[in-house]
């Protein structure tokens, strides 16, 4: 896998490529820390429209950022699937928290 890091005034962008297995999901994570310290306002996104593969260890990874408050982009139908997938999880475990 492969994280490029886009700067601009409003934003960071980290743009993966690739897969998104371990140990490459615990190196995102690792990346998204290192991130978030320097964002100076700023908001974080992660691109994930150049991901060709995520392991049940890479969902978690996103769903732990999902509930950080990170946004996300994705443009293929695959990842747009994961990502609808990983917000339904959270409202759901939302709803069971608030019961």
């Known amino acids: 896998m492969r ?11 980290l743009v ?11 190196e995102l994570r690792t990346e998204c ?14 691109d994930m429209k150049n991901l060709i593969t995520i392991s049940q260890e890479g969902e978690k990874v996103l769903l732990e950022l999902m509930n950080e408050g ?3 982009r994705g443009c293929g139908v695959f990842t ?10 959270i409202r759901k475990d939302l709803r069971e928290a608030n019961q």
């Open 3 to 13: 994280i490029s890091i886009i700067e601009s005034p409003s934003k960071r962008r």
């Open 16 to 26: 993966l490529e690739g897969k998104l297995i371990a140990p490459w999901a615990s």
């Open 33 to 46: 820390s290192k991130a978030q310290q320097e964002l100076q306002g700023r908001n974080l996104i992660i």
């Open 70 to 72: 990170v946004k996300f």
């Open 80 to 89: 747009k699937h994961i990502l609808n997938q990983l917000a339904r999880r």
